[in-house]
């Protein structure tokens, strides 16, 4: 019997029995204390019938350790945590706030434009107000000045009158 061992995963192992039957094994994982394979599969020659005794004596002369239950991989686990965490916080701790500030604010900017339509009606009322009363200024200077002008003129009639007499 001769044996060819396989040292790295995804190597394959294989023993070369009488009758050419060959064991066939690969690495799954490899250890500091040694390879560990997985299940042999055996193979035929072509011409030849393998009875089922060499096909037992085959797989008691391999050695092949069970399939090493996959461990949880914990830091994928962890990872998963977090980004749950993470994406929670983003929802409750930033999210859903920042939406509450946001109405607030549109609720206080539309109070904003209420005020400043007000303030702009009341600004115009203002310059109507102070138009009219550029207007009745304007209007009372003139009879002001128009007055004055009568008052020169009696003035003027009542001292020629006066030399006359």
Request: hydrophobic share 40%; charged share 30%.
């Given at each position: 019997?001769?044996?060819?061992?396989?040292?790295?995963?995804?190597?394959?192992?294989?023993?070369?029995?009488?009758?050419?039957?060959?064991?066939?094994?690969?690495?799954?994982?490899?250890?500091?204390?040694?390879?560990?394979?997985?299940a042999v599969e055996l193979q035929a020659g072509?011409?030849?019938?393998?009875?089922?005794?060499?096909?037992?004596?085959?797989?008691?002369?391999?050695?092949?350790?069970?399939?090493?239950?996959?461990?949880?991989?914990?830091?994928?686990?962890?990872?998963?945590?977090?980004?749950?965490?993470?994406?929670?916080?983003?929802?409750?701790?930033?999210?859903?706030?920042?939406?509450?500030?946001?109405?607030?604010?549109?609720?206080?900017?539309?109070?904003?434009?209420?005020?400043?339509?007000?303030?702009?009606?009341?600004?115009?009322?203002?310059?109507?107000?102070?138009a009219l009363r550029e207007q009745q200024g304007?209007?009372?200077?003139?009879?002001?000045?128009?007055?004055?002008?009568?008052?020169?003129?009696?003035?003027?009639?009542?001292?020629?009158?006066?030399?006359?007499?």
């Amino acid at each position: 019997m001769e044996v060819f061992g396989a040292g790295e995963t995804g190597e394959h192992a294989g023993e070369v029995l009488g009758g050419r039957v060959v064991g066939d094994s690969e690495v799954v994982k490899r250890r500091p204390d040694g390879a560990i394979e997985e299940a042999v599969e055996l193979q035929a020659g072509s011409s030849s019938l393998i009875s089922t005794a060499i096909l037992s004596d085959a797989l008691e002369l391999l050695p092949v350790a069970d399939h090493p239950r996959s461990p949880l991989p914990w830091a994928l686990v962890a990872a998963s945590g977090l980004l749950l965490a993470i994406c929670l916080y983003l929802l409750f701790g930033a999210y859903l706030p920042a939406k509450q500030r946001l109405t607030k604010l549109e609720a206080e900017l539309k109070e904003v434009y209420a005020r400043e339509a007000q303030a702009q009606t009341k600004l115009v009322q203002q310059e109507k107000t102070y138009a009219l009363r550029e207007q009745q200024g304007t209007a009372l200077t003139y009879e002001r000045d128009a007055l004055a002008k009568r008052i020169e003129e009696l003035e003027k009639e009542l001292t020629a009158r006066g030399r006359k007499r």
